[in-house]
């Protein structure tokens, strides 16, 4: 490895592979990606995550480390990046902002540079609250887990079961919609589906033990499929964290809770100086803000740091 690809990869932020995302994400029809190209929007999500710049530079060694990318090629990786840029801007989300609701691209440019293979994203403003100001309802998984799946069908797959991952529940979904999100073209049978798609992605789910007990049965009107029903069990802690991982998806939840209007309407102006105060550590801050909260008899809530 270059020396200087050995500094950028070093230069990324402990925990960068936590990928967190409004449940409004899992609409983007991600079936259009090859799964190299799947791996590296989540990748470019990954960064993206509690950011407020709407803007994101990435240099070619830290998306293969990001994407576990095999292949040393620098002209084959900027290549497979080039071509992912049109199908990236494509992608279009819904939102919801107080008391109204837009929808508008996610990503509104995508450079990518056809020599070295960096690139810089610039994310819709409108549209970055999905990836940052996310309360209760988002899904969250680990990139290292999602780029271990290598077909697309259980990367999908894996999203729907993440979404509900503390629940352990069955999810029932019809056929219809199990296709159209799978992207299964409407040539391939039902026992096509069943022996390329279902068999095999409840193999590598429980193989890889990414998600316990997971398995996939057709509910049945008279003699055909109208709905499949996906069991698992509850995934209460991301499995495969390390403690900076474990570390920030904590983080990541207090800046979650902290930016619900209810809950960040609780601290003070005073409070609300002290935190945005760049001259002070993430640690310093708090300190001093639950030092207050304490005197005034304020609930405990949980503190994030504006500048972070």
Known sequence: MEPAEQ????????????????????????????????????????QVVERNADEVHLTYSALRELM???????????????????????????YER??????????????????????????????????????????LFLQPDWVMLDSKYAKLIYLMVMQWRTTGKNLVIPVTEFRQ????????STSQVTKRIILPVEQQLNQKNLVPGFKITPISR???????????DALPKLRHTTPAQDDRIRRLTEVAE???PQTAAMYGAAD????????????????????????????DIPIFKLTD
Not at 272 to 298: M, P
Request: with cysteine.
């Open 222 to 232: 008279g003699r055909k499929y109208i709905k499949y029903r996906l069991s698992f």
């Open 181 to 188: 999100r799978l992207g299964i073209p409407d040539s391939m």
């Open 258 to 260: 902290a930016k619900d």
């Open 98 to 139: 107080g008391d109204k609701v837009g929808a508008g691209q996610l990503f509104y440019n995508v450079e990518a540079n056809k020599v070295t293979g960096d690139m810089t994203v610039a994310v819709n403003p409108k549209v970055l609250g999905i990836l940052n100001d996310l309360t209760n309802h988002f899904t």
């Open 68 to 94: 576990h990318y095999k292949s040393k090629s620098r002209v084959r990786f900027a290549k497979m990046v080039v071509k992912a840029t049109d199908r990236l801007r494509a992608f279009s989300v819904t």
């Open 272 to 299: 609300r100086r002290v935190l945005s105060d760049a001259t002070l550590t993430h640690t310093e801050a708090r300190q001093q803000v639950r030092a207050h909260q304490q005197a005034q008899g304020l609930p």
């Open 7 to 46: 500094v950028e990869q070093t230069a990324l932020p402990l925990g960068h592979e936590v990928v967190k995302w409004d449940n409004a994400m899992n609409e983007i029809n991600l079936a259009s990606l090859s799964v190299v190209e799947m791996n590296l929007f989540t990748a470019i999500c990954a």
